[in-house]
């Protein structure tokens, strides 16, 4: 009686790390888009560079499968909410100073907060005269930053 107990007992320890290894092989979920927190960017941020669509596409690229764009309704599964905290960029390259995007995200799995990051880039190019150029940069620097965090 103790063994068969025992043999269940080791079967479901077994089970645990595989159901941990099939959800964590499970592709993270982010948005197309990701969103502003109120008052964040100016018009020119919002309405013309697209910071929050190509910063998604980094995301998606940096990650290589691991992390795909599409909404779980429900919650259910992995989901990385994040939300652009920081946006300035101003054209005119070193002259205009520096440029910077800082990205909150919170990793959930079936609705439960499991991390949380704050991350922050910043350039002071010279010769990227263009401010949704320079965003476009940050970006992708970011979306390599969620990748290794």
């Known amino acids: 009686m103790k063994s068969i107990h025992a043999a269940a007992l080791a ?5 645990v790390p595989a159901l941990q290894a099939q959800a964590a092989g499970a592709p993270i979920l982010i948005t197309a888009d ?4 109120e008052g ?11 910071f929050g ?7 998606v690229r940096h990650a290589d499968g691991a992390v795909v764009v599409g909404d779980s309704e429900d919650g259910a599964g992995r989901n990385l909410h994040l939300v652009v905290t ?10 205009s100073g520096p440029k910077w995007g800082r ?5 959930k799995e079936d609705g439960k ?3 949380n990051f704050t991350l922050k880039r910043s350039t ?11 965003l476009e940069q940050i970006a992708d620097a970011l979306g390599g930053d969620v990748v290794r965090w």
């Open 86 to 95: 920081k946006a300035h960029a101003a054209g005119g390259g070193a002259i």
């Open 113 to 115: 907060v499991v991390g």
């Open 11 to 15: 079967a479901v320890f077994l089970c």
């Open 124 to 134: 002071n190019r010279p010769f990227t005269f263009r401010a949704c150029t320079t």
């Open 34 to 37: 990701v969103p502003y927190r």
């Open 53 to 59: 669509q190509y910063l998604s596409q980094s995301i």
């Open 103 to 107: 990205i909150y995200g919170e990793l």
């Open 40 to 50: 964040v960017g100016g018009e020119l941020i919002r309405d013309e560079c697209h």
